[in-house]
């Protein structure tokens, strides 16, 4: 009994892995592994492109955004100093009225509180001077 | 080139027990090839990282998944029928190249492998494993996930249904030439 199936082991131990499997794994590791390898190179070079495209891109437009800022920048003076010479304009504008109105002012004032005294006692004084006798 | 080597020499060793290990499980040459170049493949892709005691436990653990993997795939679809011209295309049998020695050889590496077909898939691994490819205990508990005394309980099965089989069939071969 032991004998029969020593000798079914025996016929199965006689099997033999075909060469022509052997061949094929040897024929796709070699198709298979210069794959990888072309991969392994090509990723990491995309990857360093896409970071150039995305650096030059951020640079630009970092540039572009200095550009716009400047331009705005002088924009904003030239309007400042619009405004500012318009503001001084009108300031002594102002000042030159109230001090027009002020000079009137006072020359009137002066004209009607201090003339007719002062003329009065010119008066005074002439008719005293005239007839000292009268007094 | 060192891996390339290392491949060669477990290839040369290996390649002959992944084989039948794969036909004992598939029991279809061409699909015990097409495992042993998968489990070859997986070998090559693991080499870098590993652990080279053990790689036959390793090796038999592959050839096993992946064979269970083919079988259940072959169940859930037909297999299609041959077809007259494709069994007049098909390429001989490499073994019939003589054919007085090759038929014999092979009938009775066929009939050696019909009887142990019949045997249940835990017991014919376990079978194969340690009286064709030579695989210790523990080394079988680890490829099959099993413990060792179930191990052994399989084996002393696996034996004396084989036995029983072997018995049968010679009996049936005698009354058959009868």
Known sequence: ?135 | MIREVEFKILCGRHSDDIYRFAHSLLANRADAEDATQEVLLRLWNHLPKMYPFNLRAWLFETTRYYCLDQIRRRTSRVAPMLMDQEILNEQPDELAVNPSVAADSSFRLEQARSVLLKLPENLRSVFVLYEVNGLRYREIAEVLGMPINSVKVYLSRGRERLSILVTEEKLCNETCQD
Do not use: Y
Not at chain 1, 67 to 84: G, I, P, W, Y
């Open chain 1, 1 to 135: 009994m032991q004998r029969d199936v020593s000798g079914l082991v025996r016929e199965l131990k006689k099997e033999t892995c075909p060469q022509r499997v052997l061949d094929e794994v040897e024929r796709r590791i070699a198709t298979k592994g210069s794959s990888p390898r072309r991969w392994r190179f090509a990723i990491p070079l995309a990857i360093a492109g896409l970071v150039v495209v995305c650096s030059l891109s951020i640079w630009r437009w970092q540039a572009g955004e200095n550009a716009r800022q400047q331009a705005k920048l002088v924009e904003q003076t030239t309007l400042n100093r619009a405004r500012v010479a318009s503001q001084a304009q009108d300031a002594l504008g102002l000042l030159g009225s109230v001090l027009a109105n002020a000079g009137a002012d006072s020359g009137r004032i002066i004209s009607d509180t201090a003339v007719p005294p002062l003329r009065d006692s010119f008066e005074l004084a002439k008719n005293k001077i005239i007839h000292p006798t009268e007094l």
